[in-house]
Nanobody
């Protein structure tokens, strides 16, 4: 049974940084991709970016490039989302997700419970 558990959310001031993590368990993720999404109150879920477990290739939504960085630690089965220069509009619940295959932009099958990120102005 796949489990994804996010951590690292919190309250920070605008301009600050947060490092989110996602602990993956329950299967061999060698041929999986991991994605990060976010959802603000009253808005649709938004794709942030993703990474392939095998080769570490990343892909980001255009609006996320530059301030967000995704990385992974294969040995620990952890995926990270480093967020920098945060803005109040980045306030959202951030989710990690997993899917089989190589397509980072595909539909995801497994989801974590999310971690709240709140940016104060």
């Amino acid at each position: 049974q796949v489990q994804l558990v996010e951590a690292g959310g919190g309250l920070v001031q605008a301009g600050g940084s947060l490092s989110l993590s996602c602990a993956a368990s329950g299967r061999n993720f060698a041929n999986y991709v991991m994605g990060w999404f976010r959802q603000a109150p009253g808005k649709e879920r938004e794709f942030v970016g993703g990474i392939r477990w095998n080769d570490g290739v990343t892909y980001y939504a255009d609006s996320m490039k530059g301030r967000f960085t995704i990385s992974r630690d294969n040995a620990k089965k952890l995926v990270y989302l480093q967020t920098n220069n945060l803005k109040p509009e980045d306030t959202s619940v951030y989710y990690c997700a997993a899917r089989g295959g190589w397509n980072i932009r595909g539909n995801y099958d497994y989801w974590g419970q999310g971690t709240q990120v709140t940016i104060s102005s």
